[in-house]
């Protein structure tokens, strides 16, 4: 035992010390050096995937940012279209920031920026709700985001990995095209969340194999994920999922991994966009419009109502349909009333209906019921006529029964469902399984 500090003393002999300390240093002045170096070669700047912590209620943030030196010290300009800039796009002020050495390479915004420092600023409250106290964060807490980052991986040169000093959670920089408008970048990135968050009416749909999850009310950044084989809608047994959209996709706070199920953490779009596919072999799409359909449009046993409906578009229609629907609008009825549309419904007492909307024309007093038969293994609704409510004879009249061949295609027939809008149910496209033209797109109402 008498040994062991006789070696730890040779093995820490002045000489040997300073060069190890000396070797050390010279590492981490190297490694900041080519970390600055890095991030002023982007000529427009990086994407900013932002993760503040781990926290349910508070978001993550996309944002563009652009490093530059100036004399022997570096500014960077951030850029943000969001809740902090009051939902519009605004650019901040050149603020410095340093790359420095403490135990490791460190990237530190610690001077005040207008855009940046609202995610660390313990007494920003958020937007106010409908109340001169309903905010979002409590005051001394804030969103309780990182301002100080430990760089954890620039090996490289389109990609910068961050830790936060404080919160421990990853941030990620990824260069940023040097013909990409910035105003135009959030323009797009605003317009692909608006399609598929606040204009969707259904979840998104997350599929592993033969497992499927279903992602509700990802407005927020934040999914509430159910498992898609027993979602009821009611979301009582939903987990968080917190995620940033950015322009090549789609990316979690961590793996994905939910009911032993790993799908992954980085999303990417396919070649046309229409679905985002981790290299687990996972991907995000639209889901199953037959499901929704379903769904939405069946009606309640006991109230006959439904939660919302489906209104038939007469633009798109295929050859079949449209020809019909022609033949409505050339008739008196159709030259008194060209606003009219068809609607899939329920009603009270009745049950499912098709009935008549548009200008004088009350779906709950112009109506055919309709006898509907799913079929969940086929995918498909088969449909066939009830009882015509009294109404509805008056119509046929006077459309010289061409509104009675229109009704027609809802007698006997067979459809299967589409998406029309990748990552959307907003709208969908009904198609008989006997003839492709015999279809035409319906829309959430």
Not at 124 to 136: A, I, R, V
């Amino acid at each position: 035992m008498a040994a062991l500090p006789l070696m730890f003393m040779q093995s820490c002999s002045p000489e040997q010390d300073d060069l190890f300390n000396d070797s050390a240093i010279e590492r981490l002045e190297a490694d900041a050096q080519s970390v600055l170096d890095l991030l002023c070669s982007s000529e427009n700047g990086w994407e900013m995937l932002y993760f503040l912590n781990e926290e349910e209620d508070i978001p993550c943030y996309t944002l563009l940012v652009k490093f530059e030196k100036s004399g022997g010290d570096g500014v960077a300009q951030f850029a943000s279209y969001s809740d902090i800039t009051s939902n519009q796009y605004r650019i901040s002020e050149k603020s410095p920031f340093t790359v420095k050495i403490d135990n490791s390479t460190v990237l530190s915004f610690d001077s005040y920026n207008s855009i940046f420092h609202v995610f660390s600023d313990p007494d920003y409250l958020g937007e106010k709700g409908p109340t001169d106290t309903d905010y979002p964060y409590d005051s001394g807490r804030g969103m309780m985001g990182d301002y100080e980052f430990n760089v954890v991986d620039h090996s490289s040169s389109d990609v910068v990995m961050l830790k936060g000093k404080k919160r421990g959670t990853y941030t990620v920089l990824r260069r940023l095209d040097a013909d990409v408008d910035w105003q135009q970048y959030f323009t797009d990135l605003n317009a692909t969340k608006n399609s598929m968050f606040t204009a969707n009416p259904a979840p998104l749909r997350l599929v592993v194999g033969e497992r499927y999850f279903h992602l509700y009310n990802g407005g927020g950044s934040i999914f509430e994920v159910v498992d898609g084989a027993t979602d009821d809608g009611a979301l009582t047994a939903a987990q968080d999922w917190k995620f940033v959209l950015f322009s090549d996709g789609l990316r979690f706070i961590t793996g994905f991994d939910q009911d032993g199920v790993n799908a992954g953490q980085d999303f990417y779009y396919n070649a046309d966009r229409t679905r985002l596919e981790s290299s687990t072999g996972a991907y995000i799409d639209a889901g199953d419009p037959y499901w929704f359909f379903k769904t939405v449009n069946t009606a309640d046993a006991s109230t006959g109502n439904t939660v919302h409906n489906w209104v038939v578009e007469y633009d798109g229609m295929g050859a079949t349909a449209k020809q019909l629907f022609d033949a409505v609008y050339a008739s008196s009825f159709g030259q008194s009333y060209p606003n009219f549309q068809l609607i899939f419904a329920g009603l009270n007492g009745v049950g499912d209906i098709l009935g008549l909307t548009g200008s004088n024309l009350v779906f709950s007093r112009y109506y055919n019921s309709l006898v509907k038969t799913a079929d969940d293994n086929a995918r498909t609704i088969s449909y066939t006529l009830g009882e015509t409510q009294s109404n509805m004879e008056a119509i046929y009249t006077v459309s010289n029964n061409t509104m009675r061949d229109v009704y027609s295609l809802f007698d006997g027939k067979t459809y299967r469902f589409e998406t029309v809008q990748a990552f959307s149910m907003q709208r969908l496209r009904m198609v008989s399984v006997d003839d492709d033209e015999l279809s035409f797109n319906v829309s959430y109402k």
